[in-house]
């Protein structure tokens, strides 16, 4: 039998309306859901929340590692049910990491850099692609789109690449600690 954490167990009530004991005596695919969150979770636990709050670069490249992982598992599953599960923690995932660095840590650099910031309008503008293409992958999710989750996949390799040379190690060199260590205490 699975230790779960309470930390989990409040997540899956509030997120998925979902208590263990539902999930055990419940249907299929509240099993699957409640099996697959808790996969995700683990793995986060162990690469993510468990992290020393002080650099940008390490909090942030985690939590690109942490949504490869899954957007992998995702790309991997076959059974419906697991898929759909997997798709959406990936999303809630992507979209909770691009909204760190659209609200938090993009006003900063710009903040700082004024008109010698263009790397983060390419950044904005290709956040705006990974949302199309999470768009279509879900309108599509039951026949799979692998062109379309193949260009997603692409995408972000550039992406995250381009943040984890250029953008993150940037904050952490010219940011104050405590203006970094506020800024990633917002991170939740
Ligand atoms: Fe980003
Ligand atoms: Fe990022």
């Known amino acids: 039998m699975e230790q779960y954490d309470k930390e989990f167990l409040d997540y899956m009530k509030t997120k998925y ?14 099993i699957i859901k409640f099996a ?22 390490v909090f942030m490249s985690t ?26 923690e990936f999303k809630n995932g992507i979209e909770r990491h691009m909204k760190w660095e659209e609200d938090i840590l993009f ?30 992958i879900s309108a599509g999710l039951k026949t799979r789109d692998a062109a379309l989750e193949s260009d997603l996949e692409q995408l972000l390799a550039g992406h995250d690449k381009m943040e984890e040379e ?13 203006a970094k260590r506020e800024a990633l205490s917002r991170m939740v």
Do not use: C
Not at 63 to 68: E, Q
């Open 107 to 136: 006003p900063i650099v710009k903040q700082k850099l004024g008109d010698d910031s263009a790397m983060i309008d390419e950044l904005l503008l290709q956040h705006n692609r990974i949302r199309d293409d999470l768009k279509g």
């Open 63 to 88: 939590d690109h590692s942490r949504l490869d992982y899954i957007l992998q598992e995702f790309r991997k599953s076959k059974k419906a049910g697991e898929t759909k599960q997997l798709f959406l």
């Open 17 to 30: 309306k979902l208590t263990l004991d539902e999930a055990t005596n419940g249907t299929e695919q509240q």
């Open 166 to 178: 250029g953008i993150y190690p940037w904050i952490d060199d010219y940011v104050e600690d405590k």
């Open 36 to 57: 697959v969150a808790w996969n995700v979770w683990k793995q986060a636990k162990n690469t993510f929340y468990k992290r020393e709050r002080d650099s940008v670069a």
